[in-house]
């Protein structure tokens, strides 16, 4: 495993650019390419977890480092001088804690995962006047312990819901945040948690608490029904 300057010859250009965002890694057959932005000139460690930090040098802007071997599931940090470690905020998965409001113990770490297939779908094109709209909490919307959602708090319980919703004749939901958040990073006293997800720390990866499986697959199926 290592790490050079240098694109790979496998890398899929114009698939990564239809599936995920632009500075998300990319998985090839010979290893991963990891880029940054960033506004300084000091050198740049991208941390892999089992594995050898890479320095990454060069002025402000664009940084990126190809690491030979490293394929999907990798979890890494990025950080300035082995400082605190930083989350990618173009990774489509984090790595940490399963079940919502519980610890065991995890740290917060980006996750390399190979783009999901383009989506083939026709938008809805329900006219503005003839629009409902209802904002919603995936965890809150699904969580009750009476209700008959058998996937409760997550996507795939939203997608339960979903008969229902267009039964009342909503034609679009709005949902509140959805993407990681750390719900202990909360200042008001021991014992709460942060419900709403004002806080993301990585805005493209479905949270993965609010998943019963995979949450990107489980988040695009939801989208999708």
């Known amino acids: 495993m290592g790490g050079a300057l240098r694109r790979p010859s496998s890398y899929p250009i114009d698939a990564a650019r239809a599936c995920v965002p ?6 090839t057959k010979e290893g991963t390419l990891f880029r940054v932005l960033t506004d300084s000139d000091r050198p740049l460690l991208l941390q892999l977890q089992g594995g050898p930090t890479l320095t990454v040098e060069g002025p402000a802007g664009l940084r990126e480092v190809f690491a030979e071997g490293v394929g999907e599931g990798q979890a890494y940090t990025w950080a300035f001088d082995a400082g605190r470690p930083l989350l990618d905020p173009h990774a489509l998965a984090v790595d940490g804690p399963e079940r919502f409001g519980q610890t065991d ?3 917060f770490r980006s996750l390399v995962v190979a783009p999901p297939p383009p989506i083939d779908f ?5 006219p503005l006047e003839s629009s409902v709209l209802y904002e919603l ?10 209700g008959d959602v058998v996937n409760k708090g997550t996507f795939a319980g939203l997608t339960e819901r979903i008969p229902y919703l267009v039964d009342l ?4 939901v709005e949902l509140l945040p959805t993407c990681e958040f750390d719900e202990h990073e ?3 006293g021991e014992g709460r948690v942060n419900f709403w997800g004002y806080s993301p720390i990585s805005w493209f990866a479905p949270n993965r608490r609010y998943a019963a499986s995979d949450p990107i697959t489980e988040f695009r199926e ?3 029904a």
């Open 122 to 126: 026709e938008r809805p094109r329900t």
């Open 105 to 107: 113990g995890r740290d």
């Open 22 to 27: 632009p500075m998300a890694p990319v998985v």
């Open 137 to 146: 909490h995936v965890r809150g919307y699904t969580n009750d312990p009476g």
């Open 222 to 224: 939801m989208a999708l």
């Open 186 to 188: 909360v200042p008001r």
């Open 169 to 172: 004749g909503i034609t679009a």
